[in-house]
């Protein structure tokens, strides 16, 4: 969960429109006197991020339910998740987007990127297990990277979606993660490539 002082970071950001002075400054403005993590507002808004994945997969793997997902339908259920952790600091993430250079905005996700690659890795890898998802040659590596690609579309999206139920969000989730499963499922080229390999090692 975020960190106490979370709230009054993001309320000071939307309201100033830039972040405090200091960290320093900051926490004296707060009358905080307990020993703080932080030293840069950048690692404190990646850490927090990272949280917020880390709870969405804490509250998904502890609904039994969740396990008898296919990978496509575990995948949806991540981002659904996710995106709703997210809805309370929406507002925050776009004042950061305006107050900062694209890159440092980037940066943001740097420390959820490998807690979502390995959390995809894990869904992809029950896919290749249940062989919902095509084994093709090198390929499966690449998986997940094509699912937080995507999952950055989405959260651009998301962060300025004009429609006030975020259903534009929605569809957009269900039909790119829909349409990248149904290109990672076994397809005619791969029983195609199945029957040739078969052929060969008769020969």
Not at 16 to 43: C, D, H, I
């Amino acid at each position: 969960m975020p960190h106490p002082l979370f709230p009054a970071y993001s309320a000071f950001v939307i309201r100033e429109k830039r972040r405090p002075e200091s960290v320093a400054a900051f926490l004296q403005s707060q009358n905080w006197t307990e020993p703080f993590p932080f030293t840069r507002f950048g690692a404190w808004e990646q850490a927090e991020m990272k949280g917020l994945l880390l709870e969405a997969r804490r509250l998904l793997t502890s609904d039994a339910t969740f396990a008898e997902y296919s990978s496509r339908e575990q995948c949806l259920a991540l981002f659904y998740t996710w995106l709703e952790l997210l809805g309370p600091w929406r507002d925050f993430l776009r004042k950061i987007e305006k107050i900062q250079p694209w890159t440092k905005t980037a940066s943001l996700w740097d420390e959820v990127k490998p807690v979502f690659l390995s959390w995809t890795k894990e869904l992809i890898d029950q896919g290749l297990e249940a062989r919902d998802i095509a084994r093709r040659p090198f390929l499966p590596d690449y998986y997940p990277q094509l699912l937080w690609a995507d999952a950055m579309v989405v959260m651009s999206q998301w962060l300025y979606d004009p429609t006030a139920d975020l259903s534009r969000t929605d569809a957009l989730v269900e039909k790119s993660v829909n349409f990248l499963f149904d290109l990672l499922q076994p397809n005619a080229l791969d029983s195609g490539w199945d029957l040739v390999s078969f052929v060969l090692r008769r020969k």
